[in-house]
Each structure stands twice: as C-alpha cells, then as structure tokens.
C-alpha cells in the first residue's frame, strides 16, 4: 500500500460525458501528479500540484482540468469523453524537501473505459 | 520541458544473465533520475534512484549509472530472475518540477 488512494477504481461510460478522478495523497506530501497510461503505453504526464497551486502542466488536453484543494487532495476532471480517453489515470504524489524532489508514490489508479 | 529517452523498448535475456537499459535526457538542469519497475496490471514502483551529485549508485543487484556529461543514466540488473520480468520505466526531474518518463522497456526474463 502506497499511502495514495484513487477513486473510482474502474469507471466505465459513454462518449460525450464527464467524469471526475479523485486522488487523496499521502498524509505530509504537498505534491500531487497525474499521468495518463494507455494499453501497454508509457506514462504520459498530465498536470502537477504543489501545495494547492498548478505547478507543471504537460500533454493535457483542454477537455481535462484539475485541481487541488486546501486539504491537499486533487481532482481531474474529463469532459467530452472520447474513445481514446480509455486508459489507466494514475495519481502519485512525493514529499518535497528543500525543493529537492523525492520519490513518487502512485496508487493504484483508475481505469477509464470510454464506450 | 524534459525529454526523455528510453531505449530498447523491449529485451530479452535468459535467467542469470545481466540486462541494460539506456535513457538519456534533454534538460541539463535534470538533477534527479529514479527508476520505477511496474508489474502487469499493478502501479509503478520505485526500485533505484541517483541524484546528479554521484555518479553510479548499487542495490544488491541493481545499479544506477549517470554521465551528466553525455546526459545519459542506465540501469543494471545482474543475475536476473523471473521475477525481474516488468516494464521498467526511467524518469528525470529537478527541483519539484514535473516528472517526465521515458517510453518504458518491457524486460521478460527466461527461466
């Protein structure tokens, strides 16, 4: 167990909707990722967090939002599902010490399937 | 931003045997390179890291090597086992900024 809990583990639907990924990380990390793995694909690396406040943002489409809130979990939000959205949404989230930054631990991640 | 690298994509190698694998990097500002390893159907997990300031770093069977210079890092796994068989991913970053992951290499060790 990672310490980083992501809800729901699987969430199936229809193109054209919304859905929300939340993340909860663990207790004492101010850091939150969220990366996007498609079938035996890498780790594509979507939005990062910091302490409530955007910190990076990568190959994130305009449909996708995020955020963090002041109790340090972190939302991503995906509108307008389309077929290639399916994939396996990871969250991970590191401590930060002197700017220096530490290891990410992800959970376990949820499954988007996008009929 | 950071562009990672990662190469071969696939290998593999007989049980007892040693694998490489390569990534280089693009940001010269890269001061941090972890490794994760992920198991079929399961999260990714770190197995090995280095920061800029050493140059090889060991793990029982497992070693890190950096070259700044070049701006490249490998991974070395000697006498591998079954169970080393994952797609392994490297990775860089500094200073609290996002981390990139290199394409990923599935290694498949043979009994």
């Known amino acids: 167990d990672s310490g980083v809990t992501q809800t729901p583990k699987h969430l199936i639907t229809a193109t054209g909707q919304r859905v929300t990924l939340r993340c909860s990380p663990r207790?004492?990390?101010?850091?939150v990722y969220w990366y996007q793995q498609s079938l035996d694909q890498g780790l594509q690396f979507l939005i990062q967090?910091?302490?409530?406040?955007?910190?990076a943002k990568g190959n994130i489409l305009e449909r996708f939002s995020a955020q963090q809130f002041p109790d340090l979990h972190s939302e991503l939000n995906l509108s307008s599902l389309e077929l290639g959205d399916s994939a396996l949404y990871f969250c991970?989230?590191?401590?930060?010490?002197?700017?220096?930054?530490?290891?990410?631990?992800f959970g376990e991640g949820s499954r988007l399937t996008v009929l | 931003g950071e562009n990672v690298e990662q190469h071969p994509s696939t290998l593999s190698v007989q049980e007892g045997d040693s694998a490489v694998i390569k990534c280089t990097y693009s940001?010269?500002?890269?001061?941090?390179f972890p490794w994760y390893k992920q198991e079929l159907g399961k999260r990714p997990q770190l197995i090995i890291d280095?920061?800029?300031?050493?140059g090889e770093k060991k793990d029982q069977r497992i070693a890190v090597t950096l070259n700044k210079t070049a701006k490249h890092f490998s991974l070395h796994i000697t006498e591998t086992q079954p169970e080393d068989s994952a797609v392994y991913f490297c990775?860089?970053?500094?200073?609290?900024?996002?981390?990139?992951f290199g394409a990923g290499t599935r290694l498949t060790v043979k009994p």
């Open positions: 991970a989230s590191s401590v930060v010490s002197g700017s220096r930054t530490g290891e990410l631990f």
């Open positions: 207790s004492g990390d101010l850091s």
């Open positions: 967090y910091y302490n409530g406040e955007e910190r």
């Open positions: 940001d010269s500002a890269s001061n941090y």
């Open positions: 280095i920061r800029s300031n050493v």
């Open positions: 990775a860089a970053t500094h200073n609290n900024n996002d981390m990139r």
